[in-house]
């Protein structure tokens, strides 16, 4: 027995070192990246965009999140939208699928809401996570899916803040702010600069103006948190905000469901979660934007930053939910 008692020691021991040298590592190249990103927002002038025209009636259909409107529907910690902004049609992400399987949450959601993928013109993807391309086989493959089978239609679009090759899509890499039709445009890509990423994520967001009411973006994961995603807008494009919908990557208090988005995607050493104060900045910065409707996707903030939101923003606030339509109506 003290035989084990040492070997396992060392083992110990070992596991130890191993951790320390690996959190070393990443805390000096998570100081370099964070020193690029910084350089790199303040080095961007953003081009504004003229005109966007406008659309009557935007609608989102939270076909993926972490939470469901009813019985029947599958929640999982991903993110796939179905947008529908006058007569434009497309799909805001493509969730988790975390096993690969031909029924993702994605397929089986759509079909139990009516939705036919196959007849999805485009798809945004945010940002080149796990959860928003489909999950872990898709993300290794520099690809995007919406099942473990080949189900995207043919001919569909695909825009994408990084380069990704599909068997089928035609993949358009934005580099700059977008216009996808008159009143709908993608925000240029903001870098985003996470603890145990070697390089910065680049994420970009959807925004949509409807008539008599203003600006509606449209997040993945929200990386680059609320108020570079708003100064952004607001840099671009000269129409007031009036609305927020889907994630502000704010997973404080995390234990235990939350813990995989607290740990892999911060912006900060697991010593230095995030916290209140970060929930603050959001919600004092979606304020000063005169913004009065904010839906925050589950998958990446927690019940209990939900409930945060819920006391700032009343009436004002709701969470994402599978199969909960949010319909924005102009004037
Ligand atoms: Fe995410």
Known sequence: MPRVGV????VAAGLVAAGAAATAQATAQHSRVVAAVQRRLEDTTYQRLGDLGTIDTLSVLPLVDRGVQRPGLRGEPGVSYLVRAGSEVLLFDTGLNLFGRSHSALVDN???LGVDLAQIPAVVLSHRHDDHVG?????RAGSFAFSGDPVEPPGLLAYAPMPLTHRSAEVRVTTRATVLAPGIALLPPLPAALFWDGTPVLEQALVVNVRGVGLVLVSGCGHPGA?????LAQAVLDIPLHGVIGGLHLPVRPWPRHLPQALTGSPRPPWRPLSDPD???AVARLRAAGVSLVAVSGHDSTPYTMSRFAAAFGAGFREVQVGDEIRVEGR
């Open 110 to 112: 759509a079909e139990a």
């Open 7 to 10: 070997v396992s020691g060392a």
């Open 135 to 139: 999950g872990v086989r898709a993300r």
């Open 227 to 231: 108020t570079a995603m708003l100064n």
């Open 279 to 281: 929930i603050d900045l």
